[in-house]
Protein backbone atom coordinates (compact mmCIF):
# COMPACT_ATOMS: atom_id res chain seq x y z
CA UNK A 1 0.00 0.00 0.00
CA UNK A 2 1.26 3.63 -0.68
CA UNK A 3 2.27 5.68 2.26
CA UNK A 4 -0.74 8.13 3.06
CA UNK A 5 -1.02 12.22 2.81
CA UNK A 6 -3.42 12.24 5.98
CA UNK A 7 -3.60 15.74 6.10
CA UNK A 8 -3.98 16.05 2.33
CA UNK A 9 -6.38 13.25 2.25
CA UNK A 10 -8.81 15.46 5.11
CA UNK A 11 -8.54 18.16 2.84
CA UNK A 12 -9.99 16.40 -0.11
CA UNK A 13 -12.60 14.95 2.21
CA UNK A 14 -13.64 18.45 3.60
CA UNK A 15 -13.50 20.14 -0.30
CA UNK A 16 -16.26 17.46 -1.05
CA UNK A 17 -18.86 19.28 0.94
CA UNK A 18 -17.64 23.32 -0.02
CA UNK A 19 -19.18 25.47 -1.88
CA UNK A 20 -16.47 25.38 -4.77
CA UNK A 21 -18.22 22.75 -7.23
CA UNK A 22 -14.96 22.29 -8.78
CA UNK A 23 -12.89 21.83 -6.32
CA UNK A 24 -15.61 19.04 -4.56
CA UNK A 25 -15.08 17.19 -8.08
CA UNK A 26 -11.72 17.31 -7.97
CA UNK A 27 -11.65 15.85 -4.45
CA UNK A 28 -14.30 13.06 -5.67
CA UNK A 29 -12.11 11.61 -7.93
CA UNK A 30 -8.75 11.86 -5.86
CA UNK A 31 -10.83 9.70 -3.31
CA UNK A 32 -12.25 7.69 -5.85
CA UNK A 33 -8.29 7.01 -6.95
CA UNK A 34 -6.73 6.71 -3.36
CA UNK A 35 -9.43 4.29 -2.42
CA UNK A 36 -9.17 2.11 -5.61
CA UNK A 37 -5.58 2.12 -6.65
CA UNK A 38 -4.24 2.83 -3.25
CA UNK A 39 -6.01 0.73 -1.03
CA UNK A 40 -6.69 3.70 1.33
CA UNK A 41 -10.59 2.54 2.73
CA UNK A 42 -9.75 4.46 5.79
CA UNK A 43 -10.95 7.59 3.69
CA UNK A 44 -14.38 5.28 3.00
CA UNK A 45 -14.78 5.85 7.09
CA UNK A 46 -13.83 9.60 7.05
CA UNK A 47 -16.62 10.13 4.00
CA UNK A 48 -19.20 8.57 5.69
CA UNK A 49 -18.46 10.17 8.71
CA UNK A 50 -18.17 13.57 7.09
CA UNK A 51 -21.33 12.93 5.21
CA UNK A 52 -23.18 12.57 8.91
CA UNK A 53 -22.38 16.76 9.30
CA UNK A 54 -25.38 17.51 6.63
CA UNK A 55 -28.58 17.20 6.28
CA UNK A 56 -30.05 14.11 5.19
CA UNK A 57 -31.30 14.76 1.48
CA UNK A 58 -29.48 17.96 1.08
CA UNK A 59 -27.73 18.49 -2.08
CA UNK A 60 -24.33 18.24 -0.41
CA UNK A 61 -25.41 15.28 1.90
CA UNK A 62 -25.76 13.51 -1.52
CA UNK A 63 -22.55 14.15 -3.31
CA UNK A 64 -20.93 12.38 -0.15
CA UNK A 65 -23.53 9.03 -0.50
CA UNK A 66 -22.95 9.32 -4.12
CA UNK A 67 -19.32 8.93 -3.85
CA UNK A 68 -20.01 6.36 -1.60
CA UNK A 69 -22.05 4.64 -3.72
CA UNK A 70 -19.90 5.04 -6.75
CA UNK A 71 -16.84 3.52 -4.70
CA UNK A 72 -18.70 0.34 -4.04
CA UNK A 73 -18.96 -1.19 -7.45
CA UNK A 74 -15.31 -0.91 -7.20
CA UNK A 75 -15.49 -4.74 -6.47
CA UNK A 76 -16.56 -6.91 -3.79
CA UNK A 77 -13.92 -5.84 -0.96
CA UNK A 78 -14.67 -2.26 -1.54
CA UNK A 79 -18.68 -2.82 -1.09
CA UNK A 80 -18.08 -4.46 2.39
CA UNK A 81 -16.00 -1.92 3.53
CA UNK A 82 -18.85 0.73 2.71
CA UNK A 83 -21.23 -1.37 4.44
CA UNK A 84 -19.14 -1.49 6.84
CA UNK A 85 -18.97 2.12 7.57
CA UNK A 86 -22.61 1.79 7.35
CA UNK A 87 -22.88 4.10 4.10
CA UNK A 88 -24.79 1.07 2.59
CA UNK A 89 -27.46 1.35 5.21
CA UNK A 90 -27.95 5.31 4.56
CA UNK A 91 -28.47 4.90 1.08
CA UNK A 92 -31.01 2.65 1.28
CA UNK A 93 -33.02 4.19 4.11
CA UNK A 94 -33.05 7.90 1.76
CA UNK A 95 -34.50 5.77 -0.95
CA UNK A 96 -37.07 4.54 1.13
CA UNK A 97 -37.62 8.03 2.83
CA UNK A 98 -41.13 9.66 2.88
CA UNK A 99 -39.75 12.69 0.97
CA UNK A 100 -40.72 12.24 -2.86
CA UNK A 101 -37.93 14.74 -4.11
CA UNK A 102 -34.92 12.68 -2.19
CA UNK A 103 -36.49 9.41 -3.37
CA UNK A 104 -36.54 10.55 -6.69
CA UNK A 105 -32.42 11.85 -6.62
CA UNK A 106 -31.40 8.50 -4.42
CA UNK A 107 -33.14 5.24 -6.22
CA UNK A 108 -31.04 5.39 -8.72
CA UNK A 109 -28.15 4.79 -6.51
CA UNK A 110 -29.63 1.20 -5.90
CA UNK A 111 -27.65 0.51 -9.51
CA UNK A 112 -24.79 0.96 -7.91
CA UNK A 113 -24.72 -0.75 -4.74
CA UNK A 114 -25.93 -4.01 -6.67
CA UNK A 115 -22.89 -3.90 -9.18
CA UNK A 116 -21.51 -6.56 -7.04
CA UNK A 117 -22.19 -9.66 -5.74
CA UNK A 118 -22.11 -8.87 -2.11
CA UNK A 119 -24.31 -5.64 -3.43
CA UNK A 120 -26.62 -7.83 -4.44
CA UNK A 121 -26.37 -10.73 -1.71
CA UNK A 122 -26.94 -7.58 0.57
CA UNK A 123 -29.98 -6.67 -1.23
CA UNK A 124 -31.53 -9.59 -0.99
CA UNK A 125 -31.19 -9.85 2.34
CA UNK A 126 -32.43 -6.62 3.12
CA UNK A 127 -35.51 -7.39 1.54
CA UNK A 128 -34.50 -4.06 -1.17
CA UNK A 129 -35.82 -6.27 -4.17
CA UNK A 130 -39.11 -7.00 -2.85
CA UNK A 131 -39.11 -3.17 -1.88
CA UNK A 132 -38.62 -2.22 -5.46
CA UNK A 133 -41.55 -4.55 -6.78
CA UNK A 134 -43.62 -2.69 -4.31
CA UNK A 135 -42.89 0.47 -5.39
CA UNK A 136 -43.46 -0.52 -8.99
CA UNK A 137 -46.41 -1.99 -8.41
CA UNK A 138 -47.71 1.81 -7.07
CA UNK A 139 -47.46 0.84 -3.47
CA UNK A 140 -44.74 1.18 -1.26
CA UNK A 141 -44.12 0.95 2.91
CA UNK A 142 -42.79 3.39 5.40
CA UNK A 143 -39.02 4.02 5.57
CA UNK A 144 -39.09 2.61 9.07
CA UNK A 145 -40.52 -0.59 8.56
CA UNK A 146 -38.50 -0.76 4.80
CA UNK A 147 -34.94 0.11 6.55
CA UNK A 148 -35.22 -2.01 9.24
CA UNK A 149 -36.00 -5.67 8.72
CA UNK A 150 -35.70 -7.87 6.02
CA UNK A 151 -38.49 -8.69 3.46
CA UNK A 152 -40.12 -5.92 5.68
CA UNK A 153 -42.50 -5.07 2.51
CA UNK A 154 -46.42 -5.92 3.57
CA UNK A 155 -49.71 -4.79 2.60
CA UNK A 156 -49.64 -2.21 4.88
CA UNK A 157 -48.81 0.21 2.06
CA UNK A 158 -49.39 3.85 0.43
CA UNK A 159 -49.20 4.94 -2.44
CA UNK A 160 -46.45 5.92 -4.38
CA UNK A 161 -45.35 8.50 -7.19
CA UNK A 162 -45.68 7.27 -10.16
CA UNK A 163 -42.43 8.73 -11.38
CA UNK A 164 -41.04 6.85 -8.50
CA UNK A 165 -43.12 3.76 -9.71
CA UNK A 166 -41.20 3.82 -13.26
CA UNK A 167 -37.54 4.57 -11.60
CA UNK A 168 -38.17 1.65 -9.29
CA UNK A 169 -38.99 -1.01 -12.33
CA UNK A 170 -35.78 0.31 -14.29
CA UNK A 171 -33.83 -0.20 -11.43
CA UNK A 172 -35.50 -3.62 -11.01
CA UNK A 173 -34.63 -4.27 -14.47
CA UNK A 174 -30.53 -3.19 -14.21
CA UNK A 175 -30.40 -5.12 -10.96
CA UNK A 176 -31.57 -8.59 -12.97
CA UNK A 177 -29.79 -7.83 -15.95
CA UNK A 178 -26.43 -7.55 -13.19
CA UNK A 179 -27.71 -10.37 -11.20
CA UNK A 180 -27.51 -12.39 -14.59
CA UNK A 181 -23.98 -10.96 -16.01
CA UNK A 182 -22.66 -11.97 -12.14
CA UNK A 183 -24.51 -15.67 -12.38
CA UNK A 184 -26.48 -14.89 -9.51
CA UNK A 185 -29.75 -16.06 -8.48
CA UNK A 186 -31.75 -13.12 -7.85
CA UNK A 187 -34.80 -14.85 -8.62
CA UNK A 188 -34.25 -17.86 -5.93
CA UNK A 189 -34.14 -15.13 -2.86
CA UNK A 190 -36.95 -13.56 -3.92
CA UNK A 191 -40.49 -14.41 -2.41
CA UNK A 192 -42.44 -15.54 -4.90
CA UNK A 193 -45.48 -13.63 -3.50
CA UNK A 194 -43.00 -10.52 -4.85
CA UNK A 195 -42.42 -12.40 -7.88
CA UNK A 196 -46.34 -12.69 -8.72
CA UNK A 197 -46.81 -9.18 -7.98
CA UNK A 198 -44.12 -7.97 -10.26
CA UNK A 199 -45.08 -10.02 -13.16
CA UNK A 200 -48.58 -8.90 -13.23
CA UNK A 201 -47.75 -5.49 -12.82
CA UNK A 202 -45.63 -5.93 -15.76
CA UNK A 203 -48.43 -7.25 -17.60
CA UNK A 204 -51.01 -4.66 -16.73
CA UNK A 205 -48.16 -2.06 -17.53
CA UNK A 206 -47.74 -3.71 -21.03
CA UNK A 207 -51.25 -3.62 -22.05
CA UNK A 208 -52.75 -0.61 -20.26
CA UNK A 209 -49.90 1.39 -19.40
CA UNK A 210 -48.92 4.95 -21.09
CA UNK A 211 -45.28 4.46 -23.32
CA UNK A 212 -43.01 5.15 -21.02
CA UNK A 213 -44.18 2.63 -18.92
CA UNK A 214 -44.54 -0.05 -21.40
CA UNK A 215 -41.27 0.86 -23.05
CA UNK A 216 -39.44 0.52 -19.26
CA UNK A 217 -41.57 -2.79 -18.75
CA UNK A 218 -40.34 -4.01 -21.69
CA UNK A 219 -36.43 -3.67 -20.98
CA UNK A 220 -36.85 -5.04 -17.50
CA UNK A 221 -39.31 -8.20 -18.58
CA UNK A 222 -36.62 -9.10 -21.03
CA UNK A 223 -33.54 -8.79 -17.93
CA UNK A 224 -35.92 -11.28 -15.68
CA UNK A 225 -36.29 -13.54 -18.17
CA UNK A 226 -32.26 -13.78 -18.52
CA UNK A 227 -31.72 -14.67 -14.92
CA UNK A 228 -32.48 -18.37 -15.59
CA UNK A 229 -34.08 -21.12 -17.46
CA UNK A 230 -37.08 -21.09 -14.81
CA UNK A 231 -37.80 -17.02 -15.30
CA UNK A 232 -37.32 -17.74 -19.10
CA UNK A 233 -40.12 -19.96 -18.49
CA UNK A 234 -41.62 -18.07 -15.98
CA UNK A 235 -42.18 -15.06 -18.80
CA UNK A 236 -42.95 -16.80 -21.98
CA UNK A 237 -45.55 -19.97 -21.39
CA UNK A 238 -45.60 -19.83 -17.69
CA UNK A 239 -48.67 -19.87 -15.36
CA UNK A 240 -48.80 -17.35 -12.65
CA UNK A 241 -50.92 -15.93 -9.87
CA UNK A 242 -54.01 -13.43 -12.23
CA UNK A 243 -52.58 -14.45 -15.42
CA UNK A 244 -53.40 -17.08 -18.45
CA UNK A 245 -50.71 -19.20 -19.88
CA UNK A 246 -49.33 -17.50 -23.02
CA UNK A 247 -50.89 -14.59 -21.94
CA UNK A 248 -47.37 -12.34 -21.08
CA UNK A 249 -46.22 -13.20 -24.47
CA UNK A 250 -49.36 -12.24 -26.00
CA UNK A 251 -49.26 -8.54 -24.51
CA UNK A 252 -45.37 -8.62 -25.18
CA UNK A 253 -45.81 -8.96 -28.61
CA UNK A 254 -48.84 -7.56 -29.12
CA UNK A 255 -47.35 -4.09 -28.84
CA UNK A 256 -45.67 -4.80 -32.36
CA UNK A 257 -48.79 -3.48 -33.63
CA UNK A 258 -47.81 -0.38 -32.21
CA UNK A 259 -48.06 2.34 -34.49
CA UNK A 260 -44.87 4.21 -33.09
CA UNK A 261 -41.43 2.66 -34.57
CA UNK A 262 -40.16 3.02 -30.96
CA UNK A 263 -42.05 0.75 -29.37
CA UNK A 264 -41.74 -2.08 -32.30
CA UNK A 265 -37.48 -1.32 -32.17
CA UNK A 266 -38.12 -1.76 -28.15
CA UNK A 267 -39.94 -4.85 -28.41
CA UNK A 268 -37.51 -6.48 -31.29
CA UNK A 269 -34.54 -4.82 -28.74
CA UNK A 270 -36.25 -7.52 -26.33
CA UNK A 271 -36.10 -10.16 -27.79
CA UNK A 272 -32.69 -10.32 -28.98
CA UNK A 273 -31.77 -9.72 -24.50
CA UNK A 274 -33.34 -12.98 -24.32
CA UNK A 275 -31.71 -14.76 -27.57
CA UNK A 276 -27.99 -13.04 -26.76
CA UNK A 277 -27.80 -15.08 -23.38
CA UNK A 278 -26.49 -18.26 -23.67
CA UNK A 279 -28.10 -21.59 -23.76
CA UNK A 280 -25.11 -22.89 -20.91
CA UNK A 281 -26.58 -20.05 -18.85
CA UNK A 282 -30.10 -20.90 -18.64
CA UNK A 283 -28.83 -24.50 -17.78
CA UNK A 284 -26.53 -23.63 -15.55
CA UNK A 285 -28.07 -21.14 -13.28
CA UNK A 286 -29.16 -23.03 -9.84
CA UNK A 287 -31.66 -22.02 -7.48
CA UNK A 288 -31.87 -22.33 -3.58
CA UNK A 289 -34.94 -23.85 -3.57
CA UNK A 290 -38.01 -25.42 -5.91
CA UNK A 291 -39.60 -22.87 -7.95
CA UNK A 292 -43.84 -22.53 -6.21
CA UNK A 293 -44.73 -21.93 -9.68
CA UNK A 294 -46.29 -24.25 -11.65
CA UNK A 295 -45.30 -23.53 -15.84
CA UNK A 296 -46.96 -24.66 -18.91
CA UNK A 297 -45.65 -27.56 -20.26
CA UNK A 298 -48.56 -28.13 -21.82
CA UNK A 299 -47.02 -26.13 -25.17
CA UNK A 300 -44.28 -27.38 -25.12
CA UNK A 301 -43.23 -29.88 -27.52
CA UNK A 302 -39.80 -30.76 -26.10
CA UNK A 303 -42.62 -32.35 -23.27
CA UNK A 304 -42.55 -35.64 -24.70
CA UNK A 305 -38.68 -35.97 -24.16
CA UNK A 306 -37.90 -34.67 -21.19
CA UNK A 307 -41.25 -35.73 -18.91
CA UNK A 308 -43.17 -34.13 -17.14
CA UNK A 309 -41.53 -32.33 -14.41
CA UNK A 310 -42.64 -28.64 -13.60
CA UNK A 311 -39.81 -27.99 -11.72
CA UNK A 312 -36.57 -28.10 -14.79
CA UNK A 313 -34.07 -28.36 -11.93
CA UNK A 314 -34.88 -32.25 -12.01
CA UNK A 315 -34.14 -32.22 -16.15
CA UNK A 316 -31.40 -33.63 -17.32
CA UNK A 317 -29.35 -31.11 -19.00
CA UNK A 318 -29.83 -32.76 -22.25
CA UNK A 319 -33.42 -31.98 -21.66
CA UNK A 320 -32.83 -28.25 -20.66
CA UNK A 321 -30.82 -27.34 -23.48
CA UNK A 322 -33.82 -28.36 -25.64
CA UNK A 323 -36.86 -26.17 -23.53
CA UNK A 324 -34.06 -23.63 -23.96
CA UNK A 325 -34.22 -23.81 -27.78
CA UNK A 326 -37.70 -24.67 -28.11
CA UNK A 327 -38.69 -21.31 -25.65
CA UNK A 328 -36.44 -19.46 -28.06
CA UNK A 329 -38.35 -20.48 -30.93
CA UNK A 330 -41.37 -20.06 -29.51
CA UNK A 331 -40.37 -16.22 -28.70
CA UNK A 332 -39.69 -15.75 -32.28
CA UNK A 333 -42.70 -17.50 -33.27
CA UNK A 334 -44.58 -15.11 -31.53
CA UNK A 335 -43.65 -11.84 -33.32
CA UNK A 336 -44.58 -13.73 -36.56
CA UNK A 337 -47.89 -14.95 -35.08
CA UNK A 338 -48.46 -11.23 -33.73
CA UNK A 339 -47.77 -9.76 -37.36
CA UNK A 340 -49.81 -12.57 -39.15
CA UNK A 341 -46.66 -13.32 -41.57
CA UNK A 342 -43.22 -15.12 -41.19
CA UNK A 343 -40.84 -14.16 -38.36
CA UNK A 344 -37.53 -13.50 -40.45
CA UNK A 345 -39.53 -12.37 -43.69
CA UNK A 346 -41.15 -9.46 -41.35
CA UNK A 347 -37.65 -8.37 -39.73
CA UNK A 348 -35.95 -8.44 -43.54
CA UNK A 349 -38.48 -5.77 -44.19
CA UNK A 350 -37.75 -3.82 -41.37
CA UNK A 351 -34.12 -4.27 -42.00
CA UNK A 352 -34.54 -2.86 -45.44
CA UNK A 353 -36.67 0.26 -44.57
CA UNK A 354 -34.67 3.86 -43.97
CA UNK A 355 -36.09 4.02 -40.11
CA UNK A 356 -33.30 3.71 -38.07
CA UNK A 357 -36.01 3.17 -34.98
CA UNK A 358 -36.70 -0.43 -36.49
CA UNK A 359 -34.20 -1.16 -38.87
CA UNK A 360 -31.56 -1.03 -36.11
CA UNK A 361 -32.94 -3.52 -34.09
CA UNK A 362 -34.48 -5.58 -36.40
CA UNK A 363 -30.64 -6.05 -37.81
CA UNK A 364 -29.23 -6.29 -34.25
CA UNK A 365 -32.43 -9.23 -33.35
CA UNK A 366 -31.16 -11.13 -36.96
CA UNK A 367 -27.55 -10.91 -35.80
CA UNK A 368 -28.74 -12.67 -32.20
CA UNK A 369 -30.67 -15.32 -34.07
CA UNK A 370 -27.52 -15.94 -36.43
CA UNK A 371 -25.69 -16.04 -33.62
CA UNK A 372 -27.57 -19.56 -31.74
CA UNK A 373 -24.23 -22.05 -31.37
CA UNK A 374 -26.58 -24.94 -32.27
CA UNK A 375 -27.51 -24.02 -35.82
CA UNK A 376 -30.69 -23.45 -35.37
CA UNK A 377 -30.97 -20.01 -35.76
CA UNK A 378 -28.34 -20.03 -39.20
CA UNK A 379 -31.02 -22.61 -40.73
CA UNK A 380 -33.90 -20.76 -40.13
CA UNK A 381 -32.26 -17.55 -42.21
CA UNK A 382 -31.09 -19.19 -44.57
CA UNK A 383 -33.73 -21.22 -45.40
CA UNK A 384 -35.25 -18.07 -46.68
CA UNK A 385 -34.21 -18.29 -50.70
CA UNK A 386 -36.77 -16.12 -52.14
CA UNK A 387 -36.14 -13.96 -56.00
CA UNK A 388 -35.85 -10.87 -54.27
CA UNK A 389 -33.57 -9.19 -51.89
CA UNK A 390 -36.18 -9.04 -48.94
CA UNK A 391 -36.87 -12.39 -49.20
CA UNK A 392 -33.18 -13.86 -49.69
CA UNK A 393 -31.57 -13.73 -46.38
CA UNK A 394 -28.27 -14.30 -47.75
CA UNK A 395 -28.71 -11.86 -50.85
CA UNK A 396 -29.32 -9.59 -48.26
CA UNK A 397 -26.40 -9.98 -45.96
CA UNK A 398 -23.58 -10.07 -49.06
CA UNK A 399 -25.12 -6.55 -50.23
CA UNK A 400 -23.26 -3.71 -48.83
CA UNK A 401 -25.63 -0.88 -50.04
CA UNK A 402 -28.20 -2.10 -47.09
CA UNK A 403 -26.50 0.47 -45.01
CA UNK A 404 -24.91 3.57 -45.71
CA UNK A 405 -24.25 5.33 -41.59
CA UNK A 406 -21.90 4.39 -39.55
CA UNK A 407 -23.91 2.73 -36.79
CA UNK A 408 -25.97 1.09 -39.39
CA UNK A 409 -22.59 -0.27 -41.01
CA UNK A 410 -21.87 -1.45 -37.57
CA UNK A 411 -24.85 -3.38 -37.18
CA UNK A 412 -24.67 -5.20 -40.36
CA UNK A 413 -21.39 -6.43 -39.95
CA UNK A 414 -21.81 -7.77 -36.34
CA UNK A 415 -24.50 -9.93 -38.06
CA UNK A 416 -21.63 -10.76 -40.41
CA UNK A 417 -19.70 -11.50 -37.90
CA UNK A 418 -22.02 -13.56 -36.40
CA UNK A 419 -22.70 -15.74 -39.44
CA UNK A 420 -18.54 -16.20 -39.99
CA UNK A 421 -18.07 -16.96 -35.77
CA UNK A 422 -21.29 -19.48 -35.30
CA UNK A 423 -19.56 -23.15 -35.03
CA UNK A 424 -22.28 -24.68 -36.93
CA UNK A 425 -21.48 -22.83 -40.01
CA UNK A 426 -20.08 -26.15 -41.77
CA UNK A 427 -23.42 -26.97 -42.20
CA UNK A 428 -23.75 -24.06 -44.61
CA UNK A 429 -22.84 -24.12 -48.44
CA UNK A 430 -18.68 -23.70 -49.64
CA UNK A 431 -19.67 -20.62 -51.36
CA UNK A 432 -21.85 -19.28 -48.82
CA UNK A 433 -18.93 -19.56 -45.99
CA UNK A 434 -15.78 -18.40 -48.71
CA UNK A 435 -18.01 -15.08 -48.75
CA UNK A 436 -18.37 -14.49 -45.63
CA UNK A 437 -15.04 -14.99 -44.93
CA UNK A 438 -14.21 -12.14 -47.59
CA UNK A 439 -16.69 -10.16 -46.30
CA UNK A 440 -15.22 -10.46 -42.30
CA UNK A 441 -11.39 -9.42 -44.00
CA UNK A 442 -13.06 -6.78 -45.89
CA UNK A 443 -14.61 -4.86 -42.74
CA UNK A 444 -17.46 -3.35 -41.73
CA UNK A 445 -17.06 -0.14 -44.09
CA UNK A 446 -15.60 -1.74 -46.92
CA UNK A 447 -17.79 -0.39 -50.51
CA UNK A 448 -17.58 -1.77 -53.79
CA UNK A 449 -16.29 -0.43 -56.55
CA UNK A 450 -18.00 1.89 -58.52
CA UNK A 451 -18.67 0.88 -62.20
CA UNK A 452 -18.35 3.42 -64.40
CA UNK A 453 -20.15 4.63 -67.05
CA UNK A 454 -19.22 4.68 -70.97
CA UNK A 455 -20.43 7.67 -73.02
CA UNK A 456 -20.90 7.81 -76.33
CA UNK A 457 -19.29 11.04 -78.51
CA UNK A 458 -21.63 11.48 -81.15
Known amino acids: MASLNTERDMKAVAALGGADLSAAEEAAKFIENAVRYDRSFYLIQEVQKASHQHRQGSVVYMRYISL ?65 IWASCGAIVSSGKAANSANSVNSNST ?9 ALRVLGFLFAKSAALNFDAFGHMHHTFVTHFLQTVHRYLEEGNEEERLTSLATLSEFAVISLTTLQLVVEGTHSGIAPGQMLSAWMGLLTNSKVEMIGAVLQSVAVVLDQTDEHYVTASHPHPTPFVTDQASTDAKMEVGHHTDHGLLPELGKREVVVHIKKRLLGAIGEAKRTNTISYLMKLALQPIEATRFPAVNLLRAIAAQPSGWGLQMLFAHQGASIDSNFYEYVIERLTEYCKEGKDHKFALIQAVAQNPSRGHLPDEVNQKIDVMVQQGAYYLPPMVELQTMEG
Open 68 to 132: LCKISTFGDEEFRACEEAGAIKDIIVECMTDDILVQINTIGLLTGIGSTVSGLEYMCDKGVFDWL
Open 159 to 167: PVDPLIRIE
